[in-house]
């Protein structure tokens, strides 16, 4: 147990900007969604549910797929 903490500290400083670079991903995204209603494909309730399950990667998929021309 003592051994997973210690690991933990190691790679606390690692951790911390990923966290927070993908809660603005995730901020962002979602911001996006909730205020503009045309999408490349599918519609809001499956952004919002990939944006916020699919972590980093949802919201970047987001802004490359989903995304419509006129926003």
């Not at 933990?8 to 979602?30: D, G, Q, R, S």
Request: hydrophobic share 60%.
């Amino acid at each position: 147990m003592n051994n997973n903490v210690q690991v933990l500290i190691k790679y606390l400083p690692i951790f911390i900007p990923l966290i927070i670079l993908e809660l603005a991903l995730m901020v962002t995204a979602l911001v996006h969604v909730l205020r503009h209603p045309h999408y490349r494909f599918g519609n809001k309730v499956m952004w919002i549910i990939i944006v916020v399950f699919i972590q980093i990667i949802g919201p970047i998929v987001y802004f490359v797929f989903g995304r419509g021309e006129d926003n």
